[in-house]
């Protein structure tokens, strides 16, 4: 897993998974807590993420919020908008152009 950029705009790529959350999370407060408006993290080179790495999906995403930030993706690949939308939380993130749920093959 790799991530890149700085407070208002992060690369994430390779797998987000239990091995990789630690570093991930700390990169990602850190983002969160050094600056202001909307975080984007694009994850078009995201190969994977397991249930760890949406957790700390989820917990940036609630640190944002409480210091009146948004986490929006960007470039979220098929297989983890399936998992959004089976989990409801698609409905709860913001994502850049949103997800066609009717294009989506089904889980």
Do not use: Y
């Amino acid at each position: 897993m790799h991530i890149r950029g700085d407070h208002s705009e992060l690369v994430v790529g390779g797998r987000l998974d239990v091995h990789s959350a630690a570093d991930a999370r700390t990169a990602l407060h850190t983002a969160v807590d050094s600056g202001d408006g909307d975080l984007v993290l694009d994850l078009t080179g995201l190969d994977s993420w397991d249930a760890t790495g949406l957790g700390v999906i989820m917990g940036v995403h609630r640190r944002a919020g409480r210091v009146n930030r948004r986490l929006v993706l960007r470039g979220v690949p098929a297989q983890m908008q399936r998992l959004l939308v089976a989990t409801r939380l698609h409905r709860i993130l913001a994502i850049e152009g949103g997800i066609e749920t009717e294009s989506l093959p089904r889980v």
